[in-house]
């Protein structure tokens, strides 16, 4: 494998995982995050720290893991505080908080960012496999989360919170856990993202970022694991593969999702849906 | 002490119109109430601060001897307690069997840890096929709950109710848009619930079906208690009369 095919498909995994964890956010749980980039910094930020610290891998994932899932549960506890409209801007307002804080943190390496951080000694090959892995991982859980109750019961919250509550689920404490599982992955996408370049500035989990994440989840379908899985793979080859994709990033993501809600909201997955239906009515 | 459903001095306001202005009242385990009043009196807000969907200005809503004012309402369903709304609130996306399979996996829903560590749902499903046919919704468990009419979710709305397993049901007008026939039979469904134990609170304007199922009446006029007793003695109450006579009872319309 070219050292070009390794870094490519390191990505991918990355973005699935991150594409996935929105998705149980906004996907299952119906509250929309136009944030993620933030969660997936802090568990970066906090991976390189601790490699720094200790350069023991398991120890920085686990920083990762927490430091998303931290700020996640504090987010968490906004949505609960305000109304679903109000939580895009309200995420969309941590996103900039964030990259606005980091840099002024000279602790933080500031505008320069951090470079220099220690290998995890497994090799680019090494990581890529480790990424794929707990991307997998990450896949099987929103499919197990997905068929559990909890999926169950995060499908009604997001359909309808009030009527949730009148059947005795909590909506509050699901939120919440949505926001804990989803921004707990980010922060694992990010201490991955750590190993995998040695060297992160704040620029890589800005708000375009996550509107591009969020691009994933809606052009592959609200809800679906597999086409937000899909969605994933795909926008991160395109720009690859399509040079203009890459210069006019912004345009040509904005414009597919712009027209994905207009045309086919139900996405990629629903898409293949209504095509098997047919298929089978045919 | 064997209410099972008490409020003391509940009153709530919205802007100028004080919706619910002190009731106090006690419902006995097993009692079968119909809460009656002209449109704007104030009934389905009170049946809301009992649910916790609303939280009064004032007063105290006690359910089983707890004092539940501060809880929030998936808290009360836990301790028992179910209701259907008026304006019916299926969870439209989902299929019909599917709302009241989530209302009968309450045992796990009410926890996320439980939650996420199940996955089967054979013993809800089974049971929740039970209760679509118990209300007359038997072969409609596939379609999407938004594609039913009516008169269909307004018995989704009472077979979720009853897939809580409660130990009081608050149905706010659960007649109102069936026809003759399904009107008559979701009656009969209500007074079956009634003989498994349940205690029922019944809010409905259709007067001769509440007169001939109802144990007590309580009747709501601006927000007040305005009668409370034995149906028939109520309805002979001079107040009672006037109010009704004055308040446009006769009519309805939904919503
Ligand atoms: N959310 C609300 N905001 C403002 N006024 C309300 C609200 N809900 C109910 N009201 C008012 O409170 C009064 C009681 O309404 P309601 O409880 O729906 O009466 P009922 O169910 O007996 O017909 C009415 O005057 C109604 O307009
Ligand atoms: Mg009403």
Redesign the interface.
Same mark, same amino acid.
């Given at each position: 494998m070219s050292a070009y095919t390794i870094s490519i498909v390191s990505i991918i995994g990355i973005n699935v995982i991150l594409a996935v964890s929105l998705n149980m956010i906004s996907g299952f749980c119906g509250q929309i995050s136009l944030g993620h980039g933030a969660f997936f910094g802090a568990g970066a930020y906090a991976a390189a720290l601790a490699m720094f610290a200790t350069a023991n891998v398991p120890l920085a994932v686990v920083a990762g893991v927490i430091a998303g899932s931290l700020l996640g549960i504090i987010v968490g506890f906004a949505s609960l505080r305000v109304r679903s409209d109000f939580l895009a801007v309200t995420t969309i307002g941590i996103n900039f908080l964030f990259v606005g804080f980091v840099r002024k943190q000279s602790w933080l390496g500031g505008e320069m960012g951090i470079s220099g951080i220690p290998p995890t000694g497994l090799g680019a090959a090494g990581n890529m496999v480790m990424i794929l892995l707990m991307a997998c991982a990450t896949v099987a859980l929103s499919l197990y989360v997905s068929r559990s109750w909890m999926g169950f019961a995060f499908r009604a919250v997001g359909e309808d919170e009030q009527a949730a509550t009148t059947l005795g689920i909590g909506a509050g404490a699901y939120k919440l856990a949505a926001f804990g599982i989803g921004t707990a992955l980010a922060g694992l996408a990010g201490a991955l993202y750590t190993f995998f370049t040695q060297f992160i500035t704040v620029d890589a989990f800005d708000f375009i970022f996550s509107v591009m994440l969020m691009a994933m989840v809606v052009i592959g379908g609200i809800g679906s694991t597999w086409g937000v899985v899909t969605a994933a793979v795909g926008l991160t080859l395109l720009p690859e593969a399509i040079r203009f994709v890459n210069d006019y990033r912004l345009l040509v993501f904005g414009g597919m999702l712009v027209l994905v809600i207009r045309l086919a909201p139900g996405g990629l997955a629903g898409l293949t849906r209504n095509l098997f239906d047919r298929v089978r009515q045919a | 002490m064997s209410a099972v459903l008490q409020l003391d001095d509940v009153a709530i306001r919205f802007g100028g119109v004080q919706a619910v202005g002190g009731v106090s009242c006690a419902v006995e385990a097993g009692d079968f109430v119909g809460l009656i009043g002209p449109n704007g009196a104030g009934k389905t807000t009170l049946i809301r601060i009992i649910?916790g969907?609303l939280r009064p200005d004032r007063g105290k809503v006690i359910l089983g001897g707890i004092d539940v004012t501060g809880d929030?309402?998936? /808290?009360r369903?836990?301790c028992g307690l179910?209701?259907t $709304?008026q304006i019916v609130?299926?969870?439209?996306?989902?299929t019909v069997l599917?709302n009241v399979?989530? /209302?009968a996996?309450?045992g796990?829903?009410?926890?996320?840890l439980?939650?996420?560590? $199940?996955?089967s749902?054979r013993r809800e499903s089974e049971r929740a096929a039970a209760i679509l046919a118990s209300v007359g919704l038997a072969g409609t468990e596939r379609k999407l709950a938004g594609a039913l009419p009516l008169g269909q979710l307004k018995r989704l709305e009472l077979a979720?109710a009853l /897939?809580?397993s409660p130990k009081v049901v608050l149905l706010d007008e659960p007649l109102a848009g069936l026809n003759h026939t399904e009107a008559s039979k979701q009656v009969e469904t209500i007074s079956e619930v009634h003989q498994r134990g349940i205690t029922v609170v019944l809010v409905e304007h259709n007067l001769e079906e509440v007169m001939r199922i109802c144990r007590r009446l309580i009747v709501l006029n601006n927000g007040i208690v305005i009668g409370d007793g034995e149906p028939r003695e109520v309805m002979a109450d001079p107040v009672v009369h006037d109010a009704y006579v004055g308040g446009g009872m006769v009519t309805h319309a939904e919503a």
């Open positions: - | 649910a969907l929030p309402t998936s /808290a369903v836990r179910a209701l $709304h609130r299926p969870f439209r996306e989902m599917d399979v989530l /209302a996996g309450i796990y829903t009410s926890e996320p439980r939650a996420l560590l $199940h996955v749902r979720r /897939a809580v």
